[in-house]
């Protein structure tokens, strides 16, 4: 095999999965962009806990929109929208497939990418908090490079 041919085999390789990340997930309404909307709107008075093991990992085409997981519960799957990349980072989050996680949030108020909107979620001993008690994001609102917050994990050093 020419060196060539191995260098064209390799980058085709790389580039495969790229079309799966962007895809992201459907959520309620098929929607995968950042048109329209404006951001989710928290339901205080809906909050519930959700148990279950992550299906699926689904980054958003809008850098806004973060990390989604796709929850496999015992009331069948939903998309769990989690916040934006950075900010997981910071708290030191990371989902894979096959992680046991439990989910306190609740059903957006209008139209949104993600069934339901996490507020924290425990995996294993660590809680992180994502959200206030009001359902306002933890995260800097606006650029995605803003400030950064204080670790917001509980049972994280």
């Not at 973060?66 to 990349?85: C, D, K, M, Y």
């Not at 809680?127 to 606006?142: C, D, I, M, S």
Request: glycine share 14%.
């Amino acid at each position: 095999m020419t060196r060539r041919t191995l260098l064209s085999l390799l980058l085709a390789a790389s580039l495969a999965p790229l079309p799966l990340l962007a895809r992201g997930g459907p959520g309620p309404h098929g929607r995968h962009d950042c048109a329209g909307g404006g951001p989710p709107v928290y339901d205080v008075a809906a909050e519930r806990t959700l148990a279950g093991t992550v299906a699926e990992v689904l980054p958003q085409n809008c850098p806004k929109a973060g990390i989604h997981v796709r929850l496999a519960t015992s009331e069948g799957e939903i998309e769990v929208g989690l916040g934006p990349v950075a900010f997981l980072g910071e708290l030191g989050a990371s989902f894979a497939t096959g992680d046991a996680i439990e989910v306190t949030g609740s059903a957006p108020k209008n139209e949104a990418p993600a069934d339901f909107l996490a507020r924290s979620v425990r995996k294993g001993e660590a809680t992180y908090l994502l959200r206030n008690e009001q359902g306002a994001p933890l995260w800097p609102r606006g650029d995605m490079d803003g400030p950064r917050h204080g670790r917001r994990c509980a049972g994280q050093g």
